[in-house]
């Protein structure tokens, strides 16, 4: 039994009354679906190698880099990591990576935060090792990206020679991918790069005194 008028017939003359709603939820998606379209198709770069930059004070910036990693290794690409801080932290994102041994070039070159090893001299050497290495894969045809993790530390510190690592980094192969990790990325990097995300901290569990853990941390 009907318990009052159906809001979608017109009793006055008959007919069904459209839905408003969705009609209106229609139009707007067929407008931004033309919008979309139209800036997808003004896109006419079909491929070229990036710069990425994951700078700023929050959480995520190495494992969205490693997560990008394991996207290439899925299009079944050569991929090089480059370590110029964690020393030899057994990380479960190396674990798995090394997994793939034949596509993977890993390097944990650091030796652990500056005020770890307290010797700057000590940190310049092993910054400038694991540069030279990041040359070498950089040379390398068939890595296609690399990843140059907590790079922007070394270069924060001065660890590293800024001018000469941006000119290299500008002038790689026009098909190698690199990702550069850490705090502070210089403006000049920020400048030469192609894509650069800044993570912002909003909230972190290690304010509230819960020390770093296994499969979250490293």
Do not use: C
């Not at 997994?99 to 010797?119: A, K, Y």
């Not at 705090?183 to 990097?189: E, M, T, V, W």
């Amino acid at each position: 039994m009907s318990t009052g008028p159906d809001p979608s017939h017109d009793p006055a003359h008959g007919h069904v009354i459209p839905d408003r709603e969705g009609e209106r939820h229609k139009a707007k998606m067929v407008h931004r679906k033309a919008v979309q379209d139209a800036e997808v198709a003004s896109k006419t770069v079909a491929e070229k190698g990036l710069l990425i930059v994951n700078t700023g004070p929050g959480k995520g910036k190495s494992t969205a880099a490693f997560g990008l990693l394991l996207r290439a290794l899925g299009h079944g690409w050569t991929v090089g990591v480059v370590q110029f801080v964690k020393g030899a932290w057994d990380t479960g994102e190396r674990r798995v990576l090394e997994g793939f041994s034949d596509r993977v070039r890993w390097h944990t070159m650091g030796e652990g935060f500056t005020w770890e090893t307290q010797d700057k001299a000590r940190d310049i050497a092993a910054a400038e090792a694991a540069w030279a290495q990041a040359q070498a894969l950089m040379a390398d045809p068939a890595v296609r990206l690399l990843v140059l993790d907590e790079l922007n530390i070394a270069l924060r510190y001065d660890y590293l020679p800024l001018d000469g690592v941006v000119a290299a980094l500008v002038a790689r192969r026009s098909d190698l991918h690199v990702v550069v990790t850490g705090r502070n990325a210089k403006p000049a990097l920020i400048a030469a790069a192609d894509l650069v995300t800044e993570m912002t901290l909003v909230k972190h569990h290690f304010a509230a005194g819960v020390k770093a853990q296994a499969g979250i941390e490293f």
